[in-house]
């Protein structure tokens, strides 16, 4: 693919901001920086405040766990933290694999009982 045929991330940036993202909706969820933390792993509420400002990239590890505390799916929240970290990563993720990145209900994600 030569220079002039790719996408600038801006052109594929959709929706508001991740940080504002990630702030409305830890605030619909009604949960504090010390509880979001807690839940994604972090001993210190500054690394949430960190990721709300935008001051700290999200990392990949952490979305799994931070899309089930922001009641968000975890294919949307990927697909979110990709557009900002490597959009190009989003972009042939979604060439190669299509509609395969949209969810849903599947087997894996019922609780046995």
């Given at each position: 693919?030569?220079a002039?045929?790719k996408?600038?991330?801006?052109?594929?940036?959709?929706g508001?901001?991740?940080?504002?993202?990630?702030?409305?909706?830890?605030d619909?969820?009604?949960?504090?920086?010390?509880e979001?933390?807690?839940k994604?792993?972090?001993?210190s509420p500054?690394?949430?405040a960190?990721?709300?400002n935008?001051?700290?990239?999200?990392?990949?590890?952490?979305?799994?766990?931070?899309?089930?505390?922001?009641?968000?799916?975890?294919?949307?929240?990927?697909?979110?933290v990709?557009?900002?970290?490597?959009p190009?990563l989003?972009?042939v993720?979604?060439?190669?694999l299509?509609?395969?990145?949209y969810?849903?209900?599947?087997?894996?994600?019922?609780?046995?009982?």
């Open positions: 693919m030569n002039t045929a996408k600038s991330a801006p052109a594929r940036a959709k508001i901001p991740l940080k504002e993202f990630l702030a409305r909706r830890q619909e969820a009604g949960l504090k920086n010390y979001l933390a807690e994604l792993g972090y001993a500054n690394v949430v960190m990721l709300r935008g001051n700290m990239a999200f990392p990949l590890n952490k979305t799994g766990a931070a899309a089930k505390a922001l009641g968000v799916d975890p294919v949307v929240m990927l697909m979110r990709l557009e900002e970290r490597n190009e989003l972009e993720l979604e060439e190669i299509g509609c395969l990145l969810t849903s209900p599947s087997p894996r994600d019922k609780r046995q009982s």
